[in-house]
């Protein structure tokens, strides 16, 4: 009897892994073949010419994370639904990195699936850009947005600390990064840390603000605003967030603020679940309660002070 | 009886006017952040965030100055408190306070060498320099470096409980300061008190 229980639990155990590695299978592409050498570092092939297998390094701008890829919001596509079919032959042809990539709206610009996102919002925005309009339009969505790693973080609830952790990494992968950012210039990026030399708590701030938060104005029509400010125009004025209108409720916390209302006395509570912002955070009943206890404190006193005043007047 | 005693030496003079000085900046400073606003700025937030650190560190590391002399001094024997019949005592002196002064009556603990506080001052003074400020200290420093904050403290953010604290050990700061400040008045005349702190004699009603 508990011989049959056994393998009764074994084969639902069985059945239950199997059914989830299938549902998994179905979500994500099978893109082995590709992340056979650009999931790698170093890629290795057969040399028809000399008969030896070869070890190569891999153009690092080539590469794929796999376990990005598999998790991303393109990880239903295979590498030829975007790319070249010709990719499918190695060694690739020559011309093919003449070959022209999609773009965002080439997929998402006018389709109601994607209305929510308002891809067209976001076109606009960048178009108002400091990078569109300094780069001679050379600039495009990939070179901040990873299209093989691309990740939903603010719509998926994810904490705030990894929101802002993504975020940021978008825009250091090149002006933290001197190749990067040598694709669109001849000049090498400044270091952030200096300047941002100015900024109390720099590492604290970087951790718990996107460089978005500060580097563009809000737009209530897009999640996240996409019109790079030049730097003269960034935000410098500390109570722009720190203060009961911070600029962050529309910014960083909007999604979250939008979700959900819940209120628990505490101004802008909804940074509380990820945090403190001095002069954003107050509490009404602490408030109320502090200026009455002050009130009455000072009340108290005047009175005190007057009847000892006309006591003094009699004498 | 009238005449003067020569209270407060010059070492706590100075450690009460620094003392003030510190208090003040936090006090405005500090308000200044927890309500800032764009439109009316009591200070602008970065000099605000800045005196506020500045003044908080100097009022630190004169709390450290303050116990190391205060350890050695035979100024600490006016913070030794009688638990013995304190209640009764504090009762004598608050009443003193709603109505004896009312009525003329005079002080019923009246300032001595050997005891220059009453017990409700005694009382009051233990508790804000061993008890708020401590509070204050504890919770000011690492808000200074909020990265050693833990994130979470059952379920409530640290940084939040700390802010808490801090900001409602600073407001029972801000009610003491009042009441201290008016409570100054009540010697001899309105601002002999006042001239005590600058002088060191203290005036006897």
Redesign the interface.
Same mark, same amino acid.
């Given at each position: 009897m508990v011989k049959n229980n056994l393998t009764i639990s074994i084969c639902l155990m069985v059945g239950i892994i199997a059914s989830v590695l299938q549902t998994s299978a179905q979500e994500v592409a099978d893109n082995s073949q590709c992340l056979k050498c650009h999931g790698q570092v170093f890629y290795e092939y057969h040399n028809e010419w000399t008969d030896q297998i070869d070890r190569k390094p891999l153009n690092p701008f080539h590469h794929i994370d796999s376990v990005k890829l598999h998790t991303s919001v393109h990880k239903m596509f295979a590498c030829i639904d975007c790319h070249s079919m010709e990719y499918e032959t190695f060694p690739h042809s020559g011309e093919l990195r003449l070959e022209e990539k999609y773009q965002c709206m080439d997929c998402h610009g006018g389709d109601e699936t994607f209305a929510k996102f308002n891809f067209e919002g976001i076109e606009a925005s960048f178009m108002e850009s400091v990078h569109y309009k300094a780069s001679d339009e050379r600039f495009n969505c990939w070179m901040c947005h990873n299209a093989h790693g691309y990740e939903l973080a603010l719509r998926e609830d994810k904490p705030i600390v990894e929101v802002v952790n993504i975020s940021n990494s978008m825009c250091l992968s090149c002006h933290d990064n001197k190749f990067k950012y040598g694709l669109l210039s001849n000049e090498e990026p400044k270091k952030v840390a200096e300047i941002h030399a100015w900024l109390p708590h720099q590492a604290r701030h970087f951790e718990k603000v996107r460089c978005v938060d500060c580097h563009t104005k809000v737009q209530s029509d897009i999640l996240v605003a996409h019109n790079i400010l030049p730097k003269e125009e960034a935000l410098k004025n500390c109570v722009e967030c720190h203060s009961a209108n911070s600029v962050l409720m529309e910014s960083l916390y909007a999604h979250r603020a939008k979700e959900s209302r819940i209120e628990s006395g505490f101004v802008n509570a909804i940074i509380l679940n990820e945090g403190y912002i001095i002069g954003a955070n107050r509490n009404r009943t602490l408030n109320f309660v502090s200026i009455g206890i002050f009130g009455f404190v000072v009340l108290g006193l005047l009175i005190h002070l007057i009847l000892r005043l006309i006591l003094i007047k009699k004498k | 009886m009238s005449g003067k005693l020569y209270l407060y030496p010059v070492w706590v003079r100075i450690w009460h006017a620094l003392n003030a000085i510190f208090f003040l900046v936090l006090l405005v400073s500090g308000l200044s952040?927890?309500?800032?606003?764009?439109d009316v700025?009591l200070l602008p937030?970065?000099i605000a !965030?800045t005196s506020h650190n500045v003044a908080g560190v100097g009022l630190f590391v004169l709390y450290l100055c303050f116990l190391f002399v205060f350890s050695f001094s035979s100024n600490r024997l006016h913070y030794r408190i009688q638990f013995k019949g304190l209640i009764g005592r504090l009762v004598i002196q608050m009443k003193f306070?709603l109505f004896g !002064? *009312?009525k003329?009556e005079r002080p019923p603990f009246p300032t001595l060498e050997e005891a220059k506080f009453n017990p409700l001052q005694q009382v009051t003074y233990v508790a804000v320099l061993f008890i708020l400020f401590p509070i204050l200290i504890i919770t000011g420093l690492p808000l200074m470096f909020?990265?050693f904050i833990i994130d979470n403290f059952f379920g409530i953010?640290g940084?939040?409980l700390t802010?808490?604290v801090h900001?409602?050990a600073g *407001?029972f700061a801000?009610?003491f300061l009042?009441?201290h400040l008016?409570f100054a008045?009540?010697g001899a005349t309105f601002l002999s008190n006042y001239k005590s702190i600058v002088n060191g004699y203290h005036e006897l009603h």
């Open positions: - | 952040m927890q309500y800032s606003n764009p700025p937030f970065n !965030v306070y !002064v *009312f003329g909020p990265e953010g940084t939040l802010a808490l900001a409602s *407001f801000s009610i009042i009441i008016y008045t009540m």
